[in-house]
């Protein structure tokens, strides 16, 4: 399948970073739900480059939705949504056609396509695609929030600078939600963002940790083998360029922790059963147990630099080294934030119409 | 897809701890792949609960092949392998079926399927499961093996105890795979094998990390997005019951590092492109760089203990304490590892398969 | 995906005519569905050879179901069927190894697997392995009558003998599943086993049409491309052996007629939408209408004759004869009518949860 | 997965007849493939209205590719072709939103998407909707001519009007894809081209049968259960508005055949194995042979007439007559000759990545 993802909600990537448009194609959504395009929009400025800790690549994200919605809801067939591509300047890449950039997708693409690949700003591979992922990730966001199922992400750390624990879910996620750079310590967040900078002047960059909650997610969703909640979510969030570790609940940490210390207690509080910590993310056995889900995602270094790296010359065969020229970002973890909201609305979306069926997100709830 | 998993090669898992057989369904390998059912056995055996540090409960599982193979080889149709449960003790199991044990499937098992689970030994999501996706996989990794592709994967920590790094990966990998308790550092293996002793004395439990090296797939293979390597081989490894976090190359370890720290610059050596380093794991972009793929699984501490537990009785409503008295593992991180290699396995050759077809596994390399 | 159909409810088959068991996987199936042995036994005896009209391969098909069922119910983890081959004379095919029957998949498999697929009768393309495709059905079928969705098929025509056409649904699905040689009209029935018979005497063999009802389909399943109704049942029934043609409602005899003719006008019928005819069959669009579903299926004469055929010895490179001297049978239409009514009931469960969600089957109606 | 078809090579469909664009997504489609935009337009050209015979909806089909294509070849990265819509006079169709077409999708997309559906001129159901299959079908078409296999399709019948049979076909295919009627007889042509105006002036429409045959194919191509190449081809085709039914090689007519009278005998001829006839149409046990696929879809006539006909109103329940006004085709099987060819394209494209893996298009033969 390739880029198509979803069992029921189903998203399908195009598009190069130099190309015409980036776009997607979200099919099996359920019909009548409401589209709001500034909802949209406002996502997308949330993955739009700010300022001076990012590139100085500006495009407007002037999204189109050339099918599947009538009179602002959608009709239940194929949504496709186009964001065209204006700021590209593909000469600054020209001289590295035949240099793959070191930690890039440039040598595994040549290995895979054999030269047939659009090299110009990393083409299909480029970051420049996951504005598509928001675009349509934003229109299942909103349609999971009408059934109360809320999403949050911040940046857990930075190059080593930590953000607070999350404390009360709904109250964090709704200031999340306004931030543009999201940290639920406002310090924290400025200390990141100087980090950046500092990097940025010696042509550096920084990765970090982000971190996400998702409250109201029902219980009872998710598959024993394979198509566990945390095997489709990651498989979906390893899509995000720069990504390298997913882990769920206490994660690696559990790893050094007892069973006694590791364990999550059922409780039955006002007729509910609840667990009386959350180790395990709100997922036992693949399904979720009706708790808060909690994941966290490695992204790593941006690995574009202005400073001289080591690398091959495909065509003479030699060592040589490069340096970037092109518009590059210092950190993408501030941007990276509303992708794994986006993707992560868009699994849970389908999810949640495995399990409920394919008209259940736009049933009254 | 649920219970079914890959694109080509691809696996569907069904049976109960108690039931008559657990068993899989490998569909899609290469036909004329030789079939080596002592090596399956052994790999089993790997598997198996292993003297005082495992559980009382002995199962020979005698595999029987029941499909897909004549005269030694696989036949390309669907190959389904059965394996028996004898030592089951149901009676155990009884008392706990309105309360559910905390940190287990118990309780989302119930939400998802309303009552009508089968609850004994956990039913389909006992780990007991894990012996069919070792059987077939043993049949893929020997395929792998004859094209030149080798899976390895050690304790890289048991509770905070650490096993050495990785340093001649080809010497390392044979290694691993001759040991019952896979550490590169004998003395680390004590260590480890004492602390879950410890731990099981006082009715606990302990996990730890797994880290796995593959050598020898070719550059080339996974996707950009949604189906890069990452993806899948997560996607697929979070089925594993205890595994809550999956990172690949420095994973976690990435986000605390400068974008010039994670370089992996290409050198050209001996007419071959390498990397001087492997922060990405052999991976770029979603697909295989030509370098050993790396990547670590955290696996949480079981989580049946003997010591009693804070949980509810979903008939009367009230909370209550149990303390299993069923056979169970102080850990499982000895015997999750030839599920991972298996796991792994199958995942390559179905990636390999997509890109190279269906027959290349049995072609002459 | 190969062996394994469905999105929601799946399918997997395995096994072989001369191996230990044939079987299937059902996954996806919805949580507390009665499991009927008695029912599943009854369809298996539809499906097996019944005198003088049948091969003298007598199988006794005990099945056993050996997971994804507990105290009588599914439990919605995968239900796996098991079932035995006993009576096989695998000498009777040693000699047509090299020598590929005529019409049959043995020169095709062997293009397909090289040589390492199970020659023995028919291996893995065996009409044995519908066996499991009627057991799997017979739960899911069962399951549809509690939601009021009732299957019949019968034997529209045989070597040029009619049966009479469909009357009241409800009356004539009745009788054909009471009927072990499933015409509506007993003449007919009779006319047809006599010519059965006839042309058994020269070691000839004959086909037909076979014509299937659905009533209490809800409207507005199924998609408006590729998974269109039509699309996955046809997918489906073209993997049962024989089946050469699928069409639905008036199929390929619209092609003769006018749009006017052809119309299936909506009319307002006690405050329902209903056609006044339905040329159709039910579906517009790739969607059902409300309509009972209505489709046929051509069946080719079985192609083991006794009498001398001329085939190639692939060892030699020489024109050869072959007559076959194994167990055949002379029509299988009458057999592979309960095949059809299975995997329909496969399809259409499988919609149904696509549209309604993986519980709706166990609810209450 | 709805929408999208296929398992390697897949294909994404989007759009509505009213909305600004049309279009599809083409992934897993080899990298380094010409992409002949001239062929792809004379491709969109035989499928659009042409004169008399067909509506007065004239639109350029002025396609753009957005993504997968550089420097003329393709990526291997997914390839997204957007056709606009121009000529579209929505003003035709209000009327008709409370009062569905018979024999149309409108009443079952009433059911399914519960009024969210765009009604303008069909929506999404809009046979306008196969251009894009027709575009990205030209992409897989011409791979496989550059591998010697050849498709080739003709009107076989036009309500009651025969062509005649395929004689030799690669000629018979060179004749058929430069002819705009697709018929081996010219004066078949005529009299089924005077067939359709006639019935067009009584407001009426015909339907008809178009044959297929494909040569080059390679033997050992398809899977024997679920994924046969009937299985497959059929459920791609009945994507194609209008059809009905899909037989292979003799169809329907082996119903009345006897076993003896429907062989295919192999034949060793020059080093070769063939088949002496073809009843089969070049498929045994779901996998090719070796010889040509031959295939039938029959064409319902379309079913927007100027004659009134019998409906309901949705919004009063009462039954009431229309007759279309807006523009529409009296015959369309000339038209969706086309489109038949791009689906068989698509498909087999999509079976030989599965077999040879996913760069053989792209290889010298």
Same mark, same amino acid.
């Given at each position: 399948?390739?880029?198509?993802?979803?069992?029921?909600?189903?998203?399908?990537?195009?598009?190069?970073?130099?190309?015409?448009?980036?776009?997607?194609?979200?099919?099996?959504?359920?019909?009548?739900?409401?589209?709001?395009?500034?909802?949209?929009?406002?996502?997308?400025?949330?993955?739009?480059?700010?300022?001076?800790?990012?590139?100085?690549?500006?495009?407007?994200?002037?999204? %189109?939705?050339?099918?599947?919605?009538?009179?602002?809801?959608?009709?239940?067939?194929?949504?496709?949504?186009?964001?065209?591509?204006?700021? /590209?300047?593909?000469?600054?890449?020209?001289?590295?056609?035949?240099?793959?950039?070191?930690?890039?997708?440039?040598?595994?693409? %040549?290995?895979?396509?054999?030269?047939?690949?659009?090299?110009? +700003?990393?083409?299909?591979?480029?970051?420049?695609? /996951?504005?598509?992922?928001? $675009?349509?990730?934003?229109?299942?966001?909103? $349609?999971?929030? $009408?059934?109360?199922? =809320?999403?949050?992400?911040?940046?857990?750390?930075?190059?080593?600078?930590?953000?607070?624990?999350?404390?009360?879910?709904?109250?964090?996620?709704?200031?999340?939600?306004?931030?543009?750079?999201?940290?639920?310590?406002?310090?924290?967040?400025?200390?990141?963002?100087? %980090?950046?900078?500092?990097?940025?002047? =010696? +042509?550096?960059?920084?990765?970090?940790?982000?971190? /996400?909650?998702?409250? +109201?997610?029902?219980?009872?969703?998710?598959?024993?083998?394979?198509?566990?909640?945390?095997?489709?979510?990651?498989?979906?969030?390893?899509?995000?360029?720069?990504?390298?570790?997913?882990?769920?609940?206490?994660?690696?940490?559990?790893? @050094?922790?007892?069973?006694?210390?590791?364990?999550?207690?059922?409780?039955?509080? @006002?007729?509910?059963?609840?667990?009386?910590?959350?180790?395990?993310?709100?997922?036992?056995?693949?399904?979720?147990?009706?708790?808060?889900?909690?994941?966290?995602?490695?992204?790593?270094?941006?690995?574009?630099?202005?400073?001289?790296?080591?690398?091959?010359?495909?065509?003479?065969?030699?060592?040589?080294?490069?340096?970037?020229? +092109?518009?590059?970002?210092?950190?993408?973890?501030?941007?990276?934030?509303?992708?794994? @909201?986006?993707?992560?609305?868009?699994?849970?979306?389908?999810?949640?119409?495995?399990?409920?069926?394919?008209?259940?997100?736009?049933?009254?709830?």
């Amino acid at each position: 399948m390739k880029n198509t993802f979803g069992s029921q909600v189903t998203v399908t990537l195009f598009g190069e970073s130099h190309g015409p448009y980036i776009g997607a194609v979200l099919d099996g959504i359920s019909p009548g739900i409401p589209v709001d395009t500034d909802y949209i929009a406002a996502q997308l400025t949330l993955r739009r480059p700010s300022g001076s800790i990012s590139t100085a690549r500006q495009e407007t994200d002037a999204f %189109e939705i050339v099918s599947g919605v009538f009179e602002g809801h959608t009709t239940g067939t194929p949504l496709c949504i186009l964001i065209p591509n204006h700021d /590209t300047k593909s000469g600054d890449y020209d001289s590295l056609r035949n240099r793959p950039r070191p930690s890039h997708a440039d040598y595994a693409a %040549e290995c895979k396509y054999h030269g047939a690949q659009d090299p110009r +700003g990393g083409g299909h591979f480029s970051g420049r695609v /996951t504005a598509a992922l928001v $675009a349509v990730g934003a229109i299942c966001r909103k $349609a999971l929030e $009408a059934r109360g199922i =809320q999403i949050g992400t911040h940046i857990l750390s930075c190059h080593g600078i930590r953000d607070r624990a999350f404390h009360t879910l709904s109250e964090d996620i709704a200031l999340l939600n306004e931030s543009t750079f999201p940290t639920l310590s406002p310090e924290a967040g400025q200390q990141m963002r100087a %980090e950046i900078l500092t990097h940025k002047e =010696q +042509g550096d960059s920084v990765g970090g940790v982000l971190e /996400t909650a998702v409250i +109201g997610m029902p219980a009872g969703v998710g598959e024993p083998w394979f198509d566990t909640l945390e095997g489709v979510l990651s498989h979906a969030l390893f899509s995000i360029p720069a990504i390298k570790g997913v882990e769920f609940g206490d994660g690696f940490a559990l790893a @050094d922790m007892l069973g006694s210390e590791a364990q999550d207690p059922f409780r039955m509080v @006002d007729g509910s059963v609840i667990t009386a910590t959350n180790h395990n993310g709100g997922i036992n056995g693949g399904i979720s147990n009706g708790m808060p889900l909690l994941y966290r995602v490695a992204v790593k270094p941006t690995p574009t630099l202005s400073i001289p790296l080591d690398t091959v010359d495909l065509s003479t065969g030699e060592n040589v080294t490069l340096a970037a020229k +092109g518009r590059h970002d210092p950190a993408i973890i501030h941007r990276a934030r509303v992708v794994v @909201d986006a993707v992560s609305a868009i699994v849970l979306a389908d999810q949640i119409a495995v399990h409920y069926g394919s008209d259940f997100l736009s049933q009254k709830a």
